[in-house]
């Protein structure tokens, strides 16, 4: 019979028990800096870090991209579900709101489809955020459409670089680069009283 024991066996080390993977709760993540090869722990966040940090804002740009509130709580719920189910890879990404942004927007344009609607009403976004408040900017992004308003929400709502918004929507960066600079021009013709510079 074999036992596991600490103790030297014919001059071999001890040999120490295997650890227990980490959970998805607190994965720990080593660094070594490249300077002086000291290991820097760090923990990734937890889902529900994630989700109480990320959540409400993906939910507004959605909801100003999308033009319907309703809906787009509906796709950001699917989106975290779906986030939580696959938790220990995404939180691996670089930006996991840009994949949960998507995955919500892919849910909520396969849901227009069945409705079979080619008009949208344009809702606003809540009154929990000051982003859009003015209703003249409302109806000039009702004027885009999704792909558009996609790009207007992730670069200035959101805040994401070109870079980003392209790996969250799954387009080219030069695609970034023309919706957006289409968006800009409808924007500014409807809304003559902001300065060019305040949509660059």
């Given at each position: 019979m074999h036992s596991t024991t600490t103790a030297s066996i014919g001059g071999a080390r001890p040999v120490a028990p295997r650890r227990p993977p980490p959970t998805p709760e607190a994965r720990e993540r080593l660094v070594i800096s490249i300077e002086d090869g000291t290991v820097i722990s760090g923990t990734d966040p937890t889902f529900e870090e994630f989700y109480g940090r990320a959540r409400a804002s993906i939910a507004r740009?959605?909801?100003l991209a999308l033009g319907d509130v309703d809906l787009a709580a509906d796709a950001t719920d699917e989106a975290m579900a779906r986030a939580y189910e696959?938790?220990?890879a995404v939180r691996r990404m670089d930006r996991p709101e840009g994949w949960v942004y998507r995955v919500a927007m892919n849910w909520a344009l396969s849901v227009l489809r069945r409705r079979r609607r080619s008009q949208h009403r344009f809702y606003d976004p809540g009154s929990d955020t000051a982003a859009v408040s003015d209703p003249d900017v409302h109806a000039a992004l009702a004027a885009l459409?999704?792909?558009?308003?996609?790009?207007?929400?992730c670069r200035h709502l959101?805040?994401?670089s070109v870079a980003e918004t392209a790996q969250a929507l799954k387009v080219r960066e030069g695609t970034v680069k023309s919706r957006l600079h289409r968006a800009h021009l409808i924007l500014q013709s409807r809304l003559q009283h902001l300065r060019?510079?305040?949509?660059?």
């Open positions: 740009a959605l909801s696959r938790w220990p459409d999704v792909k558009h308003r996609s790009v207007v929400v959101l805040g994401w060019p510079e305040e949509l660059s």
